[in-house]
């Protein structure tokens, strides 16, 4: 799922503070479960927000709403509709996907993010999520026997592992984050195939990553 | 609520365990322990039950200050309910922070529940303890200015 962080208050609240009808949208999706931007989430800074105005002079009148999912036009259905019309303004929680879905939705509504978009990653633990995939459009898993070298090595080494691998962990963090290539290495072991590490693998072929500009996918046969 | 001077009472909510600082208020009032009428209890199953949108929903809805009163460490009836309070107290501390109010105005206490005195006591104090910030809040200096 994809990973964020709530952006800091300050920052929040000045992108807002002169709004007079404001819609703060949570997302119930990656959002809700990596507890950024959620009803529980929404609720929260819809609180702060209305203490804060309240404290400044500020007449922002708050509603709050979470729909399913913003990065898909069925979850906007009327009840929601009719909220971010009502709206001078929406900050959504929901991921820079989210965001950019309500503005090319509802073209006339101010929409600010709540949120700084970080990753694809893995919950580890309830309040410990963790970067796992960097949608590198061609997917290398099967080479490194499900280990991503593109997102968890910190220099994305197709051949490794760096000289900076000390203890399992990686020089660029050595507290937080675990060698990719430690990692690659002890699962090849495990599965009795550390000879796969002899061949010598090729430069990634990054066209189907960022490098020719926004991608999409399309189907033709489920294309109504 | 005003007082004889003229100066506004605080309004105080205090979310007690129903196991532990519930029965001590409740105890408090039986061994006529005067503690003040600030005070309004709110009673939970336990402090697990406190989510920070309850603390601050609270503020919101016009509490001058906030008190969560759970069991002795070690002794929560669900075994972890007032170390969890405790941290979700300290999250939103941080929350009211950012909007500027004072985290004073929000504590967390542990209280038995033969301990009567010992909540009377913790109500007496965080009451001047939030009267007193009123009061700084109140002098000239400290005022924020609104002129827009
Ligand atoms: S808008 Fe973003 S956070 Fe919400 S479901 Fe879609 S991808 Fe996930
Ligand atoms: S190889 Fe690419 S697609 Fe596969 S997990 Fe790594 S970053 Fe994601
Ligand atoms: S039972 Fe009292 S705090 Fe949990």
Known sequence: MIIAEQKPFKEIYESVKDSEKLLVLGCGTCVTVCMAGGEKEVGVLANQIRLAAGKDGGKIEVTEHTITRQCDEEFFDEGASEKIKEADSVLSLGCGVGVQHIVQLYPDVVVRPGVNTQFYGATLQQGIWTERCAGCGECVLERFEGICPIARCSKSLMNGPCGGSSNGMCEVDPENTECAWQLIYDRMKRLNKLDKLMDYQPPKDWSHDRDGGPRSVSREDVLF | ?148
């Not at chain 2, 309070?85 to 922070?97: C, F, H, S, T």
């Open chain 2, 1 to 148: 609520m005003e007082s004889e001077a003229g100066e506004r009472e605080p309004v105080i909510i205090a979310f007690c365990c129903h196991y532990c600082a519930f029965t001590a208020a409740d105890l408090a009032g039986t061994m006529r322990q005067q503690y003040p009428t600030n005070i309004r209890i709110v009673r939970l199953p336990c402090t697990g039950k406190v989510y920070v949108n309850m603390l601050l929903e609270a503020f919101v809805d016009g509490a001058d200050g906030v008190m969560v009163a759970g069991c002795e460490e070690g002794s929560c009836h669900f075994l972890e309910g007032n170390y969890r309070a405790k941290k979700r107290v300290n999250y939103a501390k941080q929350k009211i922070e950012e909007v500027g109010i004072n985290p004073e105005k929000l504590e967390m206490y542990h209280i038995g529940a033969s301990e009567g005195p010992l909540f009377a006591r913790k109500a007496r104090e965080f009451t001047e303890r939030i009267r007193k910030l009123m009061q700084e809040e109140n002098e000239p200096e400290n005022q924020i200015q609104n002129e827009k």
